[in-house]
């Protein structure tokens, strides 16, 4: 009880687990294996992601844990839309906004940093980024084009309406037709290897429906090897257990946070 009320002192964001002192874990066997008792403090463990739950750049940080087989633990910032958590605000005080990843008690910010940092930490678990230099000049480019074309553009078709929002369509458009030609016969963007630019992206597959309905398209017709290329992401372990949230909650929430936007149609 004395280190919980000390750590609530610091303001310290914690892991708790409850010891079985009948059978003891393994892991209170290891770090304390003199004594064998609890309480123990075990610091500078698993990695933390704060993350909230519709954000496509979250879903990214997730998948590529997911694919390096990494345990980590996971804090939903469920108000974030009203405050921020003092975790957040101390962990990105200039943006504010999820998601952060905190490894061994530092914070890393902005998606595409945390899969990069990901990968340098963690060279050898599921290579991300190609080996050579070129190669990750490339896929860096494909990860800015689909920030900027895809999911910021993306924003805009649920935030606008009339010409502006018609214009945001044709931008989104284009960018599928772009994407749809960079993958070609590819089995993934990184090859036959899922990589760097297939973890960018991704998250686009939760998302299709929302920019659909607001955007009134269908992007099978526009761009079916991405929607194939798409089930194929969906197939792997790494994709299927970060929890993709599920098109229409994703829709239902967009729709909510469009309808309370003062000046624009309800939808
Ligand atoms: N470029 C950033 C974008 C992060 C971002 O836009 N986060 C949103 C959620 S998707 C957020 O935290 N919004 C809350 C706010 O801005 O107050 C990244 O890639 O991580």
């Keep these: ?19 079985n002192l009948m059978e003891k874990s393994p892991l209170l066997l290891q770090s304390n294996p003199v004594h064998k008792k609890i309480p123990v403090l075990v610091h500078g463990g698993k990695p933390m992601l704060l993350n909230f739950w519709p954000s496509p750049h979250g879903m990214r940080c997730r998948v590529a844990l997911a694919e390096k087989g990494l345990k980590y633990v996971y804090r939903e910032e469920e108000s974030i839309m009203e405050c921020k958590s003092r975790l957040l605000v101390k962990s990105d005080p200039v943006r504010m906004r999820v998601p ?5 008690g530092k914070p890393v910010c902005e998606s595409l940093i945390i899969v990069q940092y990901l990968d340098e930490v963690w060279p050898d678990r599921a290579p991300l980024l190609p080996a050579d230099p070129y190669g990750r000049a490339k896929a860096r480019y494909w990860a800015d084009f689909i920030d900027k074309e895809i999911f910021e553009c993306g924003l805009k078709l649920w935030k606008l309406e009339g010409e502006k929002q018609d214009e ?3 931008q989104f458009l284009r960018a599928l037709k772009i994407l749809e030609g960079e993958l070609g ?11 760097f630019v297939d973890v960018t992206l991704v998250p686009v597959v939760a998302w299709y429906r929302t920019y659909e309905l607001f955007g009134s398209f269908r992007t099978e017709m526009h761009a079916p090897r991405l ?3 798409g089930k194929r992401c969906l197939e792997r372990e790494s994709v299927a257990m970060s929890s993709l949230p599920d098109p229409h909650k994703v829709h239902q929430f967009v729709r909510f946070l469009r309808n309370k936007k003062p000046g624009l149609q309800p939808f």
């Design 185 to 195: 016969e590819k089995k993934y963007f990184g090859g036959d290897t899922f990589g």
């Design 1 to 19: 009880m004395r280190c919980r009320i000390a750590l609530a002192e610091k303001r310290v964001e914690y892991e708790h687990k409850d010891e």
């Design 100 to 104: 952060v990843l905190l490894h061994d």
């Design 168 to 170: 945001a369509r044709d």
């Design 227 to 229: 929607m194939a290329w």
